[in-house]
């Protein structure tokens, strides 16, 4: 009687387990994500306030190569942007390919997160956006561009739409669907120009 109560008993501790790590290992690297964003803004506030003789620490920043963040409020999703888009970066958030436009730039910007990583969300809930959503994107010379989603798909992982390039600024956002086997896509569109970047481009007038 004593053996299957010890038994059920560690079984139990086993269950919790299984269902906790997971969870902690998401706390961990959101915590994670969390610094690389703030070492992102304090790197952005040390240009804007422009001081002299500063000598740039070896920060966070630097060293993981952030370019910038990227926020979908209707999806609570608020995430360093990484240049390149291998394991490495997307491990730690959302990675840009390198293949398509900067961000905020003109022409199509490609961004990829993953889908169900134990590390973090990410882009998980992707496919729960809707038409109409906002996302912003901000880059690292401080323009922080608006965007609204105009239509959601699923491809092949080989379909070049995804980062076909475009006349005009948009915005693309994929993740895997199906185990893996397609890609959910999202397209946004610019939907007007913010503070930010109007004060950038009246400074460089």
Known sequence: MKRRI???????????????????????????????????????????????????????????????????????????????ADSVQLNEGIGHMTNTTELCGKGNCVLAGHNGSRRGVYFTYLCNIEAGAKVFLTNKSREKHEYTVTETKVVNPYDERVTEPTAGESLTLFTCANHGT????????????????????????
Request: net charge negative; charged share 35%.
């Open 6 to 84: 010890k038994k059920d008993i560690v079984l139990i501790l086993l269950g919790v387990a299984i269902v906790a790590i997971p969870f902690l290992l998401r706390m961990k690297e959101q915590e994670r994500s969390n610094r690389y964003m703030k070492a992102f803004e304090e790197e952005q506030n040390e240009e804007k306030q422009n001081k002299k003789d500063h000598k740039k620490k070896d920060s966070l920043l630097l060293q993981e190569g952030v370019i910038g963040i990227i926020e979908i409020p209707s999806l609570d999703i608020k995430y360093p942007v990484f240049e390149g």
């Open 182 to 205: 397609n890609r959910f896509v999202v397209k946004c569109e610019p939907v007007k120009e913010t503070d930010d970047q109007a004060i950038t481009e009246e400074r460089s007038q």
